[in-house]
Nanobody, 118 residues
């Protein structure tokens, strides 16, 4: 069974940085399509960043030039480096593997809370 385990969330001041990690099992992060989503209270879950089917990176407009998605094949982990955080970035961040990567159902991690506040 595919498992995605996020970590690295927490409380950070505006302008600060965090790095989220997503450790995957039963799939290889070298597969294209994995990504990060977030959900703020009262809002729908939205794409933050992901790897396209060709391996390029795709970012939501609201995070361009602030966030960077990367992956470590040896550690089988996907990262999200978040810089210049602001209050609007407060949300639960989820790692995602689409069904064409898992070979069955789409997979989600349990989420990690990011709170940006002074």
């Amino acid at each position: 069974q595919v498992q995605l385990v996020e970590s690295g969330g927490g409380l950070v001041q505006p302008g600060g940085s965090l790095r989220l990690s997503c450790a995957a099992s039963q799939i290889r992060v070298s597969a294209n399509g994995l990504g990060w989503y977030r959900q703020a209270p009262g809002k729908q879950r939205e794409l933050v960043a992901r790897f396209s089917n060709t391996g390029n990176t795709i970012y939501a407009d609201f995070v361009k030039d602030r966030f960077t998605i990367s992956r470590d094949f040896a550690k089988n982990t996907v990262y999200l480096q978040m810089n210049r955080l602001n209050a609007e970035d407060t949300a639960v961040y989820y790692c995602n593997a689409p069904s064409y990567v898992t070979g069955s159902h789409e997979a989600w991690g349990q989420g990690t809370q990011v709170t940006v506040s002074s």
